[in-house]
């Protein structure tokens, strides 16, 4: 069976990291390709090690519609694969139109929940208008796919009504990583009392309301340390954040660093406060090493964890509560230690990566036999 992935990037971001994990455990007898259209590698040398064939359209702008779409079809015709995977937005309109062209089967993946109602909120103007366009661009060209894979049942369900897709086309298969290059967290000294958490510096990633809370138990907690590692377009934001609430000394960026989830290990926990999510592959890290949690109650991440059972979660955008949830986990944290230890060995039994890599291969295959 020959697949081809098709992928915006090879930028280093969750749909792009989970592609890589996947891949690298199909059966031997599956071709791997691997067509990303826009300059950004920052994992290039990850897909290089899978031994799949890479081939980069190189394209400069921020679209190039007629470029991509006509160079896709080009590479269709010489690869001639079974079955055509892609995703994020601007690789799913390109291969919905080359496929099209060329009559390759194509599936479609859910990664995000692009028209939620907080996303939308953070559009104004021609940004509003650039919205709307979007999606209708997305809907006019979903019936295209023969079929989707979802990351998660709300993502699968929401861009469903949103797209008008019928439920029997999804299918769901979660996010994997490697249980077995994740050790056992164990206690750092508590001399200080570190949170940590992992995302690229939007908004959308909830540290308006995480460094706020953060003020605030810091009054009562004055060894609590924040250390948040990823880089984007809200840096300059967050930074007038931590100088507003004269935190400089608390909190740290620390840009992006490889294999970021590594530093989990010298926390004391991991804290997701997302407005909005695909299935996150970092929350599955962090339960995966065992380090007590603090999460939104987002859908997507309430798929992964539980409220006292694998972690602590706190109401979407709640300020005071999310402060309360920190000084539930130092007050209580012994108890919060074991909380952790439940979700590593959830993490291990639902989302490693090798059974992730068995159902993806099984789909696809059924995909590719059926007329």
Same mark, same amino acid.
């Given at each position: 069976?020959?697949?081809?992935?098709?992928?915006?990037?090879?930028?280093?971001?969750?749909? =792009?990291?989970?592609?890589?994990?996947?891949?690298?455990? +199909?059966?031997?007898?599956?071709?791997?390709?691997? /067509?990303? !259209?826009?300059? %950004?590698?920052?994992?290039?040398?990850?897909?290089?090690?899978?031994?799949?064939?890479?081939?980069?359209? @190189?394209?400069?702008?921020?679209?190039?519609?007629?470029?991509?779409?006509?160079?896709?079809?080009?590479?269709?015709?010489?690869?001639?694969?079974?079955?055509?995977?892609?995703?994020?937005?601007?690789? @799913?309109?390109?291969? #919905?139109?080359?496929?099209?062209?060329?009559g390759t089967k194509l599936i479609g993946t859910f990664v995000d929940d692009?028209?939620?109602?907080e996303r939308r909120r953070t559009f104004k103007g021609l940004g509003l208008l650039k919205y709307h366009y979007t999606w209708f661009l997305d809907r006019?060209?979903?019936?295209?796919?023969?079929?989707?894979?979802? @990351? &998660?049942?709300?993502?699968?369900? @929401?861009?469903?009504?949103?797209?008008?897709?019928?439920?029997?086309?999804?299918?769901? $298969?979660?996010?994997? #990583?490697?249980?077995?290059?994740?050790?056992?967290? %164990?206690?750092?000294?508590?001399?200080? !009392?570190?949170?940590?958490?992992?995302?690229?510096?939007?908004?959308?990633?909830?540290?308006?309301?995480? $460094?706020?809370?953060?003020?605030? /138990?810091?009054?009562?907690?004055?060894?609590?340390?924040?250390?948040?590692?990823?880089?984007?377009?809200?840096?300059? =934001?967050?930074?007038?954040?931590?100088?507003?609430?004269?935190?400089?000394?608390?909190?740290?960026?620390?840009?992006?660093?490889?294999?970021?989830?590594?530093?989990?290990?010298?926390?004391?926990?991991?804290? !997701?406060?997302?407005?909005?999510?695909?299935?996150?592959?970092?929350?599955?890290?962090?339960?995966?090493?065992?380090?007590?949690?603090? &999460?939104?109650?987002?859908?997507?991440?309430?798929?992964?964890?539980?409220?006292?059972?694998?972690?602590?979660?706190?109401?979407?955008?709640?300020?005071?509560? /999310?402060?309360? %949830?920190?000084?539930?986990?130092? $007050?209580?944290?012994?108890?919060?230690?074991?909380?952790? &230890?439940?979700?590593? %060995?959830?993490?291990?039994?639902? !989302?490693? $990566?090798?059974?992730?890599?068995?159902?993806?291969?099984?789909?696809? #295959?059924? +995909?590719?036999?059926?007329?």
């Open positions: 069976m020959k697949i081809l992935f098709s992928i915006d990037s090879l930028q280093q971001g969750g749909a =792009e990291q989970s592609i890589a994990h996947t891949i690298k455990y +199909f059966s031997k007898d599956i071709q791997v390709s691997v /067509l990303y !259209f826009y300059p %950004k590698s920052d994992l290039l040398t990850t897909y290089e090690e899978l031994n799949c064939h890479i081939i980069s359209m @190189n394209l400069q702008g921020k679209y190039n519609w007629r470029k991509a779409i006509l160079g896709m079809v080009k590479v269709l015709k010489e690869e001639k694969p079974d079955i055509v995977v892609t995703s994020l937005y601007r690789s @799913n309109i390109i291969s #919905r139109i080359a496929c099209k062209i060329t692009s028209y939620n109602i006019i060209t979903s019936f295209i796919p023969y079929a989707w894979i979802s @990351n &998660s049942k709300s993502i699968g369900e @929401n861009n469903a009504q949103k797209l008008g897709l019928p439920h029997s086309k999804i299918k769901v $298969i979660y996010r994997g #990583r490697n249980s077995s290059v994740f050790h056992e967290w %164990k206690m750092p000294d508590l001399t200080e !009392f570190k949170f940590v958490t992992i995302g690229r510096l939007y908004e959308k990633k909830g540290y308006p309301e995480l $460094i706020e809370a953060f003020s605030q /138990l810091s009054k009562n907690h004055k060894n609590a340390t924040l250390v948040i590692y990823g880089e984007g377009t809200y840096r300059k =934001e967050i930074e007038k954040q931590i100088a507003f609430y004269q935190l400089q000394d608390k909190i740290t960026l620390a840009g992006n660093v490889p294999n970021a989830w590594m530093k989990i290990y010298e926390s004391h926990c991991f804290v !997701f406060p997302s407005r909005f999510e695909g299935f996150s592959g970092a929350l599955v890290e962090a339960m995966m090493t065992g380090v007590p949690i603090i &999460s939104s109650d987002i859908p997507m991440n309430l798929e992964a964890v539980e409220h006292h059972q694998t972690a602590l979660v706190h109401q979407l955008k709640n300020v005071k509560g /999310l402060s309360a %949830k920190m000084e539930e986990m130092i $007050i209580n944290y012994p108890s919060m230690v074991q909380m952790g &230890s439940r979700a590593r %060995k959830l993490a291990i039994e639902k !989302f490693d $990566i090798k059974n992730i890599a068995k159902q993806y291969e099984r789909l696809l #295959r059924q +995909f590719v036999d059926e007329k």
